[in-house]
């Protein structure tokens, strides 16, 4: 008894491929002034000379946009998120803190050891003649 379906894969969301990689088509430069002179029509204040962008939208660039930096109050983790991240810090600080005192020749002592302690059961077989 065989489950086997024939076919092409067909992915989800998508159409099936089809071998070829459409470019994305890139926007006039005469859309954007559309766009800009929509914005300052709907904000007069905005238009009167005024190039100072407000504190939550991003900044243009030649290169692109520059976005701001999130203000504190956006911080929206519960107070057990934020317990969570704390210890999780202290704990990566306190291994790190430990691993720092130990050197090379420490690690490669402590390893050995926990080799030898484990049992025969994880020995690497012998493979081949001899």
Do not use: C, W
């Given at each position: 008894?065989?489950?086997?379906?024939?076919g092409?894969?067909?992915?989800?969301?998508?159409?099936?491929?089809?071998?070829?990689?459409?470019?994305?088509?890139?926007?006039?430069?005469?859309?954007?002034?559309?766009?800009?002179?929509?914005?300052?029509?709907?904000?007069?204040?905005?238009?009167?000379?005024?190039?100072?962008?407000?504190?939550?939208?991003?900044?243009?660039?030649?290169d692109?946009?520059?976005l701001p930096?999130?203000?504190?109050?956006?911080?929206?983790?519960?107070?057990?998120?934020?317990?969570?991240?704390?210890?999780?810090?202290?704990?990566?600080?306190?291994?790190?803190?430990?691993?720092?005192?130990?050197?090379?020749?420490?690690?490669?002592?402590?390893?050995?050891?926990?080799?030898?302690?484990?049992?025969?059961?994880?020995?690497?077989?012998?493979?081949?003649?001899?």
């Open positions: 008894m065989s489950t086997f379906v024939g092409k894969l067909k992915l989800k969301g998508g159409e099936p491929l089809k071998g070829s990689v459409k470019k994305k088509k890139k926007k006039s430069s005469g859309s954007e002034l559309a766009l800009t002179s929509s914005l300052q029509e709907q904000d007069p204040a905005g238009a009167g000379g005024e190039d100072k962008p407000k504190a939550a939208e991003p900044i243009k660039t030649k692109g946009f520059i930096d999130p203000p504190k109050e956006a911080d929206r983790r519960t107070e057990a998120e934020k317990k969570h991240a704390k210890r999780v810090a202290k704990l990566e600080e306190e291994r790190l803190r430990k691993q720092a005192t130990k050197g090379y020749r420490d690690r490669v002592k402590d390893f050995n050891e926990h080799l030898a302690s484990l049992s025969e059961h994880h020995d690497i077989p012998k493979v081949g003649p001899g």
